[in-house]
């Protein structure tokens, strides 16, 4: 089956920095790569998602670029935010089943 | 997106008793799937819900243990059974909107085994 790996597990970047986070996925047949977003006691959010037909994708401060390649996918979070500070996970599905794989998150703190 | 509504919230049980959580979806979706998440840890899919047919179970999960029923496009429900001091985490169920098209979360049920 899929499996996803994510790095760094833990990130503290200032306010204002950028930050990046880095999945990789094992297998080549996985065309679907949605991040979420989970702040503490909540529900995991969609924040961004990208298809594997496509490159790149932004959407204000964030973007995600993705190489089928080398099989992994970035997350870059731009000018943060102290709203940031959340944990991120990546995640993988192989299309038609829809199933998610996810990544073992990131905590990213933002220091104000 | 779709309303998706997660009950209980939370609850804490005692050992060897079951737990059935409910899922409610305001439309009707295709796939609705239940994912665990131990405390600090990564999401794991227990298994994908059919509806009108038996649930598909990833590896590590069986229907004794965690049977799921599905009547219908906007329902579903997780049954924790004979439940251990392992099997506290959150359990929540995902709705998946179409073909590498987006999933959505409830809030998700915190369960506490003593």
């Known amino acids: 089956g899929e499996n996803v790996e994510q790095h760094p597990s833990t990130l503290s970047v200032q306010e204002g920095d950028s930050a990046v986070i880095k999945c990789t996925y094992s297998?080549?047949?996985?065309?679907?790569f949605p991040w979420y977003k989970q702040e503490l006691g909540k529900r995991p959010q969609l924040i961004i998602d990208?298809?594997?037909?496509?490159g790149e994708k932004k959407d204000q401060r964030i973007a995600v670029t993705l190489n089928k390649t080398a099989k992994h996918f970035s997350l870059h979070i731009t000018e943060t935010q102290p709203e940031d500070s959340a944990v991120y996970f990546c995640?993988?599905?192989?299309?038609?089943?829809?199933?998610?794989?996810f990544g073992t998150g990131t905590r990213l703190t933002i220091i104000p | 997106s779709a309303v998706i509504s997660q009950k209980p919230s939370r609850d804490i049980c005692q050992r060897g008793t079951s737990l059935t959580i409910q899922c409610q979806v305001d439309?009707?979706?295709?796939?609705m799937f239940w994912y665990r998440q131990q405390p600090g840890q990564s999401l794991t899919l227990i298994a994908t819900?059919?509806?009108?047919?038996?649930?598909?179970?990833e590896s590590g999960f069986v229907i004794d243990k965690f049977p799921i029923s599905r009547p219908n496009l906007t329902f579903s429900t997780l049954t924790v059974s004979n439940m251990s001091p392992e099997d506290s985490s959150i359990y929540l169920c995902?709705?998946?909107?179409?073909?590498?098209?987006?999933?959505?979360f409830g809030d998700g049920t915190r369960l506490s085994i003593l």
């Open positions: 995902s709705v998946g909107t179409g073909y590498n098209q987006p999933q959505h």
């Open positions: 297998d080549s047949a996985s065309n679907y």
């Open positions: 990208i298809r594997s037909n496509v």
């Open positions: 995640a993988a599905s192989i299309g038609g089943n829809e199933k998610l794989t």
């Open positions: 439309s009707q979706v295709t796939m």
């Open positions: 819900a059919n509806q009108g047919s038996e649930a598909t179970y």
